[in-house]
């Protein structure tokens, strides 16, 4: 069956746009996370999704990045007036159940110029 | 400091050595524990699970120390497809589902 897929899988922005990413999850996985990895670090936790409901967003760094799951499948990614430090690979996971194991996709390398 | 530290490397090993890597986390909160697999530009794979008793799979051996918030892997009889970044991986105690992720440690298993 089908994966995890992220679109799109590079983006370049230029410091100040707008950039939109998405997850398409397996389908039936209730749970939805995002993490971002920047370069030579481990993945770092930005937010979760528990079917539509966002359960836990500390991991957002700043009020410029906003995600939504609005009918408990795809999820958007939003970044606003991007920086170059939000440079970074983000990655989305999703699972059947919260604790169960995370399939990740393949990620969307977003670069800021 | 990180949460999940790991050491870093790189590890460089011929074939068929045997390599162990470890793994500090500070929440004692944490209830699941993992070890992931990545390849370079690719995502994060799961390798296997981290159980209290030790858990072992074909060359590969997982343990957990609760007390010491201590987790190890060994692989034995490394091959060259080994060669990737493992990462140490454990899940945040407030809010049970999100991963906290060390920053990997580097294998490169050489002819």
């Known amino acids: 069956g089908a994966g995890v897929s992220q679109s799109p899988r590079y983006k370049v922005a230029k410091r100040g746009q707008d950039v939109a990413l998405r997850c398409d999850p397996i389908?039936?996985?209730?749970?939805l996370f995002w993490y971002q990895q920047a370069l030579g670090q481990g993945p770092e936790f930005l937010t979760y999704?528990?079917?539509?409901?966002?359960?836990?967003k500390s991991g957002l760094p700043s009020d410029r990045f906003f995600a939504e799951r609005p009918e408990g499948s795809v999820s958007t990614l939003k970044i606003q007036r991007t920086q170059q430090e939000d440079s970074a690979v983000y990655l989305c996971a999703s699972s059947l159940a919260g604790q169960g194991e995370q399939y990740f996709g393949p990620g969307t390398r977003l670069t800021v110029t | 400091r990180k949460e999940v530290e790991q050491d870093p490397g790189p590890f460089n090993v011929p074939e068929g050595a045997t390599v162990a890597f470890n793994c500090t986390y500070s929440n004692s909160a944490s209830q699941s524990f993992f070890w992931y697999r990545q390849d370079c530009r690719k995502e994060p794979k799961l390798l296997m699970s981290v159980y209290s008793s030790g858990n072992e799979d074909g060359r590969f051996t997982a343990q957990l120390n609760r007390a010491s918030q201590y987790i190890s892997l060994l692989i034995r009889d490394s091959k060259l497809s080994d060669s990737a970044t493992y990462l140490c991986v454990v899940n945040m105690g407030n809010s049970g589902y999100a991963l906290n992720f060390g920053k990997g440690t580097s294998l490169l298993v050489t002819p």
């Open positions: 999704f528990q079917n539509e409901a966002q359960l836990d």
């Open positions: 389908s039936g996985h209730v749970s």
